[in-house]
């Protein structure tokens, strides 16, 4: 049986041509701070978000671009989140998983 290889080192090996701007934006930092669950925290592997000082900080350089954290953040938090792809081909470039 293969050898199991954590998240961690699977991401390990990505790369990113990193956007200058940002391709998510949170709209109102009120509608995270009446956010009870705050999906946002859980659904992302990269953890591209974190609550500090009373507001939802955003790390994009770290996104893989799956997503989730729109819909999470739609379907289960207030859709605070604005998200798009990266400008051109900017953005992650899978190399493995
Ligand atoms: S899920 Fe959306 S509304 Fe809730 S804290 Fe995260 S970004 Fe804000």
Redesign the pocket.
């Known amino acids: 049986m293969p050898e199991k290889t954590s998240v961690e080192a699977r991401l390990g090996v990505d790369k990113w041509d990193l956007d200058r701007q940002s391709h998510i934006r ?1 709209a ?2 009120e ?11 859980i659904v992302c592997p990269a953890k591209v ?1 974190r ?1 500090e000082n009373n507001a ?1 900080t ?1 790390n994009y350089a770290a996104c893989l671009e799956l997503r989730a ?1 729109y819909v ?3 379907e ?6 604005e998200w798009d792809y990266p400008n051109g081909a900017k953005g992650i470039v899978f190399r493995y998983g």
């Open positions: 949170i109102d930092q509608l995270c701070r009446k956010c009870v669950k705050k999906p946002c925290l978000y609550w939802i955003v954290c999470a953040c739609h289960y938090g207030n859709g605070a989140i």
